[in-house]
């Protein structure tokens, strides 16, 4: 209620107070008289209010958008963080469904001028959203929990790597994929490797190199265990031959896809495990690197903003993309400087959209430059459109590939006809969309400092 003076009731109470408290004994408060006025209630939710007040609806983060770019019906980052949190400020306002087409590609959080932390007012709200508004048995919550805990499944996939890559493969498989779950029959899955990263990192018998001073804990995710075991080694010979000693600590999961399929509960367990072994491994002296952008973006931005973890800010502030580790704690232009490499030719680079928002867009031209025998060409800021899980949903296949359609076009008119990225869902879609080999930055490092395997 106003009273005569223009405030509130609550403002003049709390002005009361003040006073009270600023006049009371000699005219100054002391600690013990300090009693704090409690503004807003409590709450066990987490509470983005300030987040959202910063925002001033210039609707720049909706031109950053690369899904309304190309989808009408989506309303972008605008409506799905700061209007849909005042929305839901009002306890009978449900989490809008749309917000399952964000692909969280995160490209909202840089473009903001006034720094509202969209994504994870998306990833709370996608959480929410599941958790309450999502049937448990639809068709869609099953295909996305599936694709979401994919470190669950690859384990038995690559048991049995070439019968599995045989058996999904099949036409007929895929289009079943398709018509049960959801799974879209366009693209091809994955190879899995005959051989993991983890196994061969036992069968080597660990790290070669030991040192107190350098040492790195690395947090390899999925994909390059299951798939692209070459990155993971390029990333180990690369770090040996600057004298780190290499840990390889227990993992799950970064959670990237669980947060993109809104599955915050898992998210969390997978969180718990990766903070508390990289925590041990910090307190071993070691920093921690990753090689694909989308699970170091996790650790540091996403693991801090959604979950209160004991540890969890330590191990985000000592996180890093593993390139740009070395840009910073060694002369690694330098010791590029005269060298050349003949296993790769040319490259059309596209930088993943969470690399761009460390700030890495940049790096990879920069790091292969010096290299002889390697031109490095930018395919621009477009997203490539897959978004980890996002574009291989059946619903979402034909938004991705129109998103994906500038980098293509871009790709197709650079001078090469090898991609290059640290993305491994944007390596699938830079394949799916030219039919070009998409190699990783660490592999091209390899070459040019170590040689030949
Ligand atoms: S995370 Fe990406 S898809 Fe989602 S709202 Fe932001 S810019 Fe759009
Ligand atoms: S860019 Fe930031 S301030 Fe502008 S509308 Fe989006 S959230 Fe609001």
Request: include cysteine.
């Amino acid at each position: 209620m106003t009273n005569e003076n223009g405030s509130t009731d609550r403002e003049t109470a709390q002005d009361d107070e003040r006073g009270e408290i600023a006049t009371d004994g000699a005219g100054s408060a002391t600690d013990s008289e300090f009693d704090p006025v409690e503004v807003f209630p409590e709450t066990e939710e987490m509470d983005l209010r300030p987040g959202a007040d910063d925002c001033y609806k210039c609707s720049t983060c909706d031109t950053a958008c690369p899904v309304a770019e190309v989808d009408d019906e989506f309303p972008g980052p605008k409506f799905q963080g700061p209007e849909q949190w005042r929305l839901k400020r009002q306890d009978d306002h449900d989490i809008d469904e749309s917000v399952m087409k964000c692909s969280n590609c995160m490209r909202c959080d840089g473009a903001c001028p006034s720094s509202v932390p969209l994504s994870q007012m998306h990833n709370t709200a996608r959480g929410e959203y599941v958790e309450e508004n999502m049937s448990k048995l639809s068709r869609e919550y099953l295909r996305n929990r599936m694709l979401a805990n994919y470190r669950r499944l690859a384990p038995l996939a690559a048991t049995f790597p070439r019968t599995s890559n045989f058996v999904m493969g099949l036409a007929p498989v895929r289009w079943l994929g398709e018509k049960v779950l959801g799974v879209t029959s366009e693209r091809e899955f994955p190879d899995f490797a005959t051989e993991t990263f983890r196994e061969w990192w036992r069968k080597r018998g660990g790290a070669k190199v030991e040192s107190d001073e350098k040492r790195i804990a690395y947090f390899h995710g999925c994909y390059a265990n299951y798939n692209t075991p070459e990155v993971a080694k390029a990333l180990v010979r690369v770090y040996e031959q600057f004298g780190y000693e290499v840990m390889v600590p227990e993992q799950r999961c970064s959670g990237t896809p669980m947060f993109a399929n809104g599955m915050l509960a898992d998210a969390r367990r997978a969180a718990e495990t990766n903070v508390s072994e990289l925590a041990a491994a910090i307190e071993d002296g070691a920093d921690v690197v990753a090689s694909c952008s989308s699970c170091s973006m996790s650790i540091r931005q996403e693991y801090p903003e959604l979950f209160d973890l004991e540890g969890v800010e330590d191990v985000a502030a000592n996180t890093w993309d593993a390139v740009e580790y070395l840009q910073v704690h060694e002369d690694l232009l330098g010791e590029l400087e005269g060298t050349s490499v003949e296993a790769f030719d040319d490259f059309a680079y596209h930088a993943p959209c969470h690399a761009r928002n460390q700030g890495l867009a940049g790096q990879t031209l920069e790091v292969l430059a010096p290299i002889d025998g390697v031109e490095v060409e930018d395919v621009g800021d477009s997203c490539s459109g897959i978004s980890g899980t996002y574009g291989w949903k059946e619903e979402n296949y034909e938004t991705s590939m129109k998103i994906g359609a500038e980098m293509f076009e871009h790709m197709e008119s650079a001078e090469a006809e090898s991609g290059l990225t640290e993305c491994p869902t944007c390596s699938m879609q830079m394949g799916h969309g030219t039919g070009y080999e998409i190699t990783h930055t660490l592999e091209v490092l390899e070459a040019a400092l170590v040689g030949d395997r």
